[in-house]
T-cell receptor, first 115, second 114 residues
Framework: DQQVKQNSPSLSVQEGRISILNCDYT??????FLWYKKYPAEGPTFLIS?????DKNEDGRFTVFLNKSAKHLSLHIVPSQPGDSAVYFC??????????????FGKGTHLIIQP | DTGVSQDPRHKITKRGQNVTFRCDPI?????LYWYRQTLGQGPEFLTY????????KSRLLSDRFSAERPKGSFSTLEIQRTEQGDSAMYLC????????????FGPGTRLTVT
C-alpha cells in the first residue's frame, strides 16, 4: 500500500526550461512534505519542504506547491540546469522531522536535463 | 566534513553470515533513523532513536534485524543470518530535536548477500 506515489518514473526536460515533478499521497494525517535529490552512490540530499499550513514554499530555483484537498504536491525547478539531473524523491510525515514514524518516500522520478 | 558518515560503504557477505553497519550522525543531532532502499524503490523506514532510546522498532523487517545507539552518539545496525533478500542499500539519517523538518542522510552502506 503506497502512501506516497510518484507516478512518473522518468522525466526529460530541456536545459533552461521548467521541470515539474509530481507527487500524490493517500494518508490525510501527513502534515509535512519534503523533496530529496539523489545522485548515484550517494545518500539523498534535502532540497525543500513544506508544512500543511502553507500552499507554497520557495527556495531559489525550487518551489514546492501543496494542494491538500487533492492530496497532491509538485516541485518546480526553474530554470533547469544539467546538474539537476538526478532521482527526486517525495517524502511525507505526520510529524516535523519524521519523529517515530520516520519519513514515507515515493519511488522517485528520474529527471534528465537535456542540453 | 561534518555530515552523516556510514561504514563500511560496501559489504559483500555470504548467506547465513552476520553483518554490522555503523552510522555516525551529525554531532549535535539527537534523532537518528535507519532506512533500507532496494532497487527502484524509495527509502523504507526501519527504526528511530532519540538519544540512546529506541522509540520505534516495529518496522524492522524481521527479528534478524536489530539496532543500537548505546551512548546516544553513533549507532549500529546488525543483520543476523543474512539472506539474499537482504541485499540493499542501508541508509542512516539524523536530525536535531526541534526546528527543522528535514533529515540529513549519510552515503549509505550497500550490502550484497551471495
Amino acid at each position: 500500500d503506497q502512501q506516497v506515489k510518484q507516478n512518473s518514473p522518468s522525466l526529460s526536460v530541456q536545459e533552461g526550461r521548467i521541470s515539474i515533478l509530481n507527487c500524490d499521497y493517500t494518508n490525510s494525517m501527513f502534515d509535512y512534505f519534503l523533496w530529496y535529490k539523489k545522485y548515484p552512490a550517494e545518500g539523498p540530499t534535502f532540497l525543500i519542504s513544506i508544512s500543511s499550513i502553507k500552499d507554497k514554499n520557495e527556495d531559489g530555483r525550487f518551489t514546492v506547491f501543496l494542494n491538500k484537498s487533492a492530496k497532491h504536491l509538485s516541485l518546480h525547478i526553474v530554470p533547469s540546469q544539467p546538474g539537476d539531473s538526478a532521482v527526486y524523491f517525495c517524502a511525507a510525515s505526520r510529524y516535523s522531522g519524521g519523529g517515530a514514524d520516520g519519513l514515507t518516500f515515493g519511488k522517485g522520478t528520474h529527471l534528465i536535463i537535456q542540453p | 566534513d561534518t555530515g552523516v558518515s556510514q561504514d563500511p560503504r560496501h559489504k559483500i557477505t555470504k548467506r547465513g553470515q552476520n553483518v554490522t553497519f555503523r552510522c555516525d550522525p551529525i554531532s549535535e543531532h539527537n534523532r537518528l533513523y535507519w532506512y533500507r532502499q532496494t532497487l527502484g524503490q524509495g527509502p523504507e523506514f526501519l527504526t528511530y532513536f532519540q538519544n540512546e532510546a529506541q522509540l520505534e522498532k516495529s518496522r524492522l523487517l524481521s527479528d534478524r534485524f536489530s539496532a543500537e545507539r548505546p551512548k546516544g552518539s553513533f549507532s549500529t545496525l546488525e543483520i543476523q543470518r543474512t539472506e539474499q533478500g537482504d541485499s540493499a542499500m542501508y541508509l542512516c539519517a539524523s536530525s536535531p530535536a526541534l526546528g527543522t523538518n528535514e533529515q540529513y542522510f549519510g552515503p549509505g552502506t550497500r550490502l550484497t548477500v551471495t
